[in-house]
């Protein structure tokens, strides 16, 4: 069960010397590594200092606590996974919806593959705040590539679909890493099932 969001600022202080920055760099570097392997509530503080051959005391001076690290951490993804969803909804018109929803679901799959930290971050019992912007730039290219595959839809309607689209996909994540390794591959032909079939639905659908 997930807990409210957490408010916690993310860096204190932006690094003004490249000693800094690096510095930093080192700490995200170590903190990615350690959400990666073992998740977001088993890393500490004193193990991201310890991976990055750092002092508890200068990554304090950088972040407040643990939940400032995720949340820095989680903004260096959203343009990768936009540029990914971007190049698919290029290609949305040529698809049928069933490949659509396949390709769709298996971008986010591989996005969770090449950065094990950021599954492990959206699918962690702690709620980050993350960039609104950033979430509705996301759902704002679904929209558009339905309200193309459908121009019957209108573009409140295309919103919604998207939104809905997202929260399965997020779905996916999260019985994704509940599951057993031998089961998720299943897990990914059963949500690309779920996606199909809704997106099939509603891209038949007439104003």
């Given amino acids: 069960m997930r807990v409210p969001s957490i408010s916690s600022n993310s860096i204190r202080v932006a690094p003004q010397q490249e000693r800094s920055a690096r510095r930093l760099a080192a700490f995200l570097e170590a903190a990615e590594a350690?959400?990666?392997?073992?998740?977001?509530e088993a890393a500490t503080m004193q193990a991201i200092a310890d991976r990055s051959a750092s002092s508890?005391?200068?990554l304090y001076n950088y972040f407040p606590d643990k939940q400032a690290v995720a949340v820095t951490l989680?903004?260096?993804y959203p343009e990768e996974l936009r540029s990914?969803?971007?190049a698919l909804m290029n290609r949305a018109e040529s698809l049928s919806t069933r490949d659509f929803a396949a390709e769709f679901i298996d971008c986010i799959i591989q996005f969770a593959r090449d950065y094990p930290a950021w599954l492990n971050l959206l699918t962690a019992p702690v709620r980050f705040?993350?960039?609104?912007a950033a979430r509705r730039t996301l759902r704002l290219y679904l929209a558009?590539?339905?309200e193309r595959k459908n121009p019957?839809?209108?573009s409140e309607r295309a919103m919604l679909v998207a939104n809905v689209s997202v929260q399965i996909a997020k779905g996916m994540m999260a019985v994704y890493t509940d599951s057993e390794p031998k089961m998720r591959e299943a897990v990914i032909a059963e949500f690309r099932s779920v996606l199909a079939a809704y997106l099939e639905q509603v891209l038949a659908e007439h104003s």
């Fill in 56 to 58: 508890i005391g200068a």
């Fill in 152 to 154: 019957a839809l209108s």
């Fill in 129 to 132: 705040r993350r960039d609104a």
């Fill in 144 to 146: 558009q590539a339905f």
């Fill in 74 to 76: 989680l903004r260096k």
């Fill in 34 to 40: 350690l959400f990666a392997e073992h998740g977001f």
């Fill in 84 to 86: 990914r969803i971007r």
